[in-house]
């Protein structure tokens, strides 16, 4: 009996470290600190000046660190599009960082992507499926 349940401790634990080896890796292939070409938006006042400077504006609201195959899919998907429309801002405003923020209130879920137009929120999608994000973000550019 002793001897089953330290193999069902010791399964556990591999199964922990595994999962955690693999959110490790996302993270690491997302990058988003580093090697992102989007805008990282990391405060209340970075998300004030990219409002004031830039006409279009798409904030991608996620977590550095609650990165799901979904969640990586919406990513790429946003960074694809940002090369399509080249007049907008794409930008990341990672949850962990920008909770507080007034544009955060009103997301309940990420990755959510809001956007913004002269300044003011216009529209939002939460929940997104990559292969929908191209019509959201065509209507709204087109408007």
Do not use: C
Request: no cysteine.
């Amino acid at each position: 009996m002793r001897n089953s349940i330290y193999l069902l401790l010791l399964i556990i634990l591999l199964a922990s470290v595994i999962q955690a080896k693999t959110l490790r890796s996302l993270s690491e292939t997302w990058n988003l600190n580093q090697k992102s070409p989007l805008l990282h938006l990391k405060d209340q006042n970075s998300i004030d000046q990219a409002l004031k400077q830039n006409k279009s504006v798409l904030v991608l609201f996620g977590s550095d660190y609650l990165i799901d195959y979904r969640t990586e899919q919406i990513y790429n998907k946003f960074i694809e599009l940002q090369k399509r429309y080249k007049d907008s801002v794409f930008a990341y405003a990672p949850m962990n960082d920008v909770k507080y923020t007034t544009y955060a209130q009103n997301v309940q879920s990420i990755p959510t992507i809001v956007y913004f137009s002269q300044s003011k929120q216009v529209a939002k999608v939460s929940d997104s499926v990559p292969e929908k994000l191209d019509n959201f973000i065509k209507d709204q550019i087109s408007k």
